[in-house]
């Protein structure tokens, strides 16, 4: 069984093992056993906070009452709360028929960019566009659903002239986050801002001298911490599933504006290597 696999019980679990927990363990029981559903929408550091404990106490508890970590945790809370319809996507029911399915994806995918467009701070754009720009080298990283994302950054910024490359392998990450320095610039894409490979690579990009650039969800996460600049995205429907479309879509969007900022920073260079890639790619087309 995978260590991050669904774990049957488990508020009967945390109930039946309340009275031998300390007092920093007890907080966070009682915060789960209050709304189950709840922790199931919040990160390791949101839990954190809401508890009045530290994360090192969150990872504790969890280890403490069988669970190999947080992810654990909250797969085997919403396997307990959650509709099984809701892992499909959260707003459908049953009976939805393809018409009334099309309508609620659509609008869920409009929602997630009108959502992180309110987010999305230009100030922060800005600043990506500066790290990028002065970088000599630039890294891109994504694990799971975020990879598609990374490849397409990669691909826009070969387009664009950067040299860049991207690392989807988490075992490559760490290797070549820890080998980066003050001329290496790292944009990470992380939906959750909790996944491990992720947060640890790019805090070893960052204690290695490299800037770094977070793409990630609105809410409070681990891999801020090492995120010299925040790009915000806002995609509701990550209460329960772990392959959300609409945070692909609005990553993709803050990904296209990031790239076109880019591009119009250094236009005649961009516009140029541009036209240039164009009439490469057009031997491949008929």
Request: with cysteine; hydrophobic share 40%; aromatic share 4%.
């Amino acid at each position: 069984m995978s260590d991050q696999a669904p774990v049957e019980h488990v508020i009967s679990r945390i109930r039946s093992r309340y009275k031998s927990l300390g007092p920093s363990a007890q907080a966070i029981a009682d915060y789960i056993l209050l709304d189950p559903s709840e922790v199931v929408k919040l990160s390791v550091t949101e839990l954190a906070e809401a508890s009045g404990v530290s994360q090192g106490s969150v990872i504790n508890f969890c280890q403490t009452i069988g669970m190999s970590g947080f992810q654990q945790l909250k797969l085997s809370l919403a396997q307990e709360v959650v509709q099984p319809v809701q892992y499909i996507h959260e707003d459908l029911t049953r009976d939805d028929d393809p018409e009334l399915v099309c309508r609620k994806i659509f609008h869920s995918g409009i929602q997630a960019l009108r959502d992180t467009l309110s987010v999305l701070d230009p100030k922060q754009i800005q600043l990506a566009v500066d790290i990028l720009r002065s970088a000599k080298r630039i890294e891109i990283y994504g694990i799971g659903s975020s990879a598609p994302i990374a490849e397409d950054a990669h691909y826009r910024m070969l387009r664009i002239g950067l040299d860049v490359k991207v690392v989807t392998d988490s075992h490559i990450q760490a290797i070549s986050a820890s080998r980066t320095g003050p001329d290496v610039a790292v944009l990470t894409i992380s939906h959750s801002g909790s996944t491990h490979e992720t947060v640890t690579s790019t805090q070893l990009a960052k204690e290695a001298g490299a800037k770094t650039v977070v793409i990630t969800n609105f809410a409070r996460s681990p891999i801020q911490a090492s995120a010299d600049v925040t790009l915000f995205t806002m995609a509701r429907e990550t209460k329960f599933r772990t392959e959300a479309m609409t945070s692909r879509i609005a990553q993709l969007c803050v990904i296209d504006a990031l790239i076109a900022a880019l591009a119009l920073a250094d236009y005649d260079r961009a516009t140029e290597t541009l036209q240039q890639t164009f009439e490469v790619l057009s031997i491949k087309r008929f």
